[in-house]
């Protein structure tokens, strides 16, 4: 069994920086990609973030120049750093992490999902 637990959100002006965390736990042996998702009310969900284990990251053009993902191997967790914050970046934002555990079961794992709210 693999747990995420996010947290950073809260609620930033325009033009403000938040940093998201997301931390995971359980019999991991292996990670190869991470990845940040966020739902606004009334829309589906969307990628904004994803790092592979060889280091490539992948952002849309929404996010590109102010979100960057990053990686502490020990322990394993996911950075989302959130830059010039806008008020379509309002969302529930959750991590994503999919790999392999001790008994090479695969695992795709989803956060709770934390809060980001923009607004003046």
């Known amino acids: 069994q693999v747990q995420l637990v996010e947290s950073g959100g809260g609620l930033v002006q325009p033009g403000g920086s938040l940093r998201l965390s997301c931390a995971a736990s359980?019999?991991?042996?292996?990670?190869?990609?991470m990845g940040w998702y966020r739902q606004a009310p009334g829309k589906e969900r969307e990628l904004v973030a994803w790092l592979s284990s060889n280091g490539n990251t992948n952002y849309p053009n929404s996010v590109k120049g102010r979100f960057t993902i990053s990686r502490d191997n020990a322990p394993n967790t996911v950075y989302l750093q959130m830059t010039n914050l806008k008020p379509e970046d309002t969302a529930l934002y959750y991590c994503n992490v999919q790999g392999s555990t001790y008994w090479r079961d695969a695992f795709d794992a989803w956060g709770q999902g934390t809060l980001v709210t923009v607004s003046s």
């Open positions: 359980g019999r991991i042996a292996k990670i190869n990609a």
